[in-house]
């Protein structure tokens, strides 16, 4: 059998031909097609503002300086380690809480039980692509008067009610390789506030209110004003190219993995030892991943059997945060019975949009082959 790999990134001659230009062009730092990357990705969201920049990370890192947040930080331990490293490099203090291992989100019950009056934000992970349970998340951050920072690195495109995951605050999302759009390395935020986009923005790019590229646009252009101190956070004229390419594509991307998606669970739907993720009514996933659950002991022989197959199975995430050395000591919001069960028993099947549906019925027969441990 070939090998499957996790994940493949979607990149065609458009995108190729796309750098090809730009490298031409001479104009290789932010430029023109940010501009263009950041109106085709805000006209998606329906926010306002889109700020491309270098990854997810910095996206989540500047929402909250932007927002001066310095208290506490309501957070899944259930997620992938940049999550909280933003919280905490931002100067914040992270509260972790359980997830339900159904939807592997956070449960909104348990960010109300942790809310104390140094709260100031709720960072919501989309785990794999699903939204949190957003109608109840938004319902506790208004009544607690808290900001939303939505870690949408892993769900462009999820949706809840029709509403758009990443659109209800502050949204933020990854372009690594693996993610539903790449441009290799590369990140954007969404916001519908002006005042914040404008710190965002220079926060970006050393603390100057404008860009280069707006600036050659005015009488002086070589006098650069840095309203604050800033970071090089920008993502270059050249990945850009590659975001808007992926923009004109992602509801076929996206329509891909959901026909994968559907794949794997017609193929495995009758297993009783595999637990699926659980998609509340109303909602659509963008299957950034797919996962299941497997009985704790047969884990990482499963994982085994797949990679002797040639399948590059994986797993997100294990260790969860709380068991991470610098987070072991942190105030928990919650007990994290849930987390550690799902953190101990998951599978990441491989799921990209080129992938055929005979590979997904490839992996399907390896999966019913395995005997485990019981
Ligand atoms: C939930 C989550 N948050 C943040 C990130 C970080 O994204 P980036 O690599 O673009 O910084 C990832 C990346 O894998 C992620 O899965």
């Known amino acids: 059998m070939n090998s499957i790999p996790l994940c493949v990134p979607s990149i065609g001659e458009d995108e190729i031909q796309s750098v090809v230009e730009v490298l031409r062009s001479g104009w290789l730092a932010h430029g023109q097609k940010n501009h263009e990357f950041e109106s085709m990705f805000a006209d998606y969201i329906g926010s306002k503002y889109a700020i491309s920049m270098n990854s997810c990370t910095s996206a989540l890192h500047l929402a909250l300086a932007a927002l001066e947040i310095t208290g506490e930080v309501i957070a899944p331990s259930f997620t992938f380690v ?30 109300e039980e942790a809310i104390t009056d140094r709260t100031e934000a709720i960072m919501v992970v989309h785990y794999g692509g699903l939204p949190a349970d957003m109608p109840r998340i938004l319902e506790i951050a208004e009544k607690h008067n808290l900001r939303i920072i939505e870690d949408s690195a892993e769900c462009l495109g999820g949706r809840f009610h029709g509403q758009i995951a990443g659109s209800c605050d502050v949204g933020c999302f990854s372009f690594f390789p693996t993610k539903n759009i790449t441009t290799g390395e590369g990140g954007m935020l969404t916001t519908d506030d002006g005042k914040l986009a404008s710190k965002v923005r220079a926060l970006c790019g050393h603390g ?31 990945l850009a190219a590659v975001g808007v390419e992926q923009m004109k594509k992602v509801s076929d991307l996206n329509g891909a993995r959901q026909r994968i998606a559907a794949r794997y669970v017609e193929r495995l739907g009758d297993l009783d030892w595999v637990r699926f993720q659980v998609i509340p009514d109303g909602f659509t996933h963008s299957w950034q991943m797919f996962t299941v659950l497997v009985p704790r002991k047969k884990r990482d022989k499963l994982i085994g059997h797949l990679r002797r197959h040639n399948i590059e199975a994986s797993v997100h995430f294990d260790p969860p945060i709380h068991m991470q050395p610098p987070y072991m000591d942190l105030r928990r919001g919650s007990q994290m019975e849930e987390t550690e069960l799902v953190a101990s028993s998951i599978i990441s099947l491989p799921i990209f949009p080129s992938m055929e549906q005979e590979d997904v019925d490839s992996i399907c027969c390896v999966v019913r082959d395995f005997i485990g441990t019981d």
């Open 82 to 111: 940049a999550t909280v490293n933003a919280i905490l490099l931002a100067g914040a203090i992270p509260v972790l809480v359980d997830i339900d291992s159904d939807t592997r989100n956070m449960d909104p019950d348990l960010i």
């Open 208 to 238: 100057i209110d404008s860009t280069t590229f707006s600036r050659e646009k005015e009488s002086r252009p070589w006098i650069r004003i840095a309203s604050r101190a800033g970071h090089n956070f920008r993502m270059s004229n050249i």
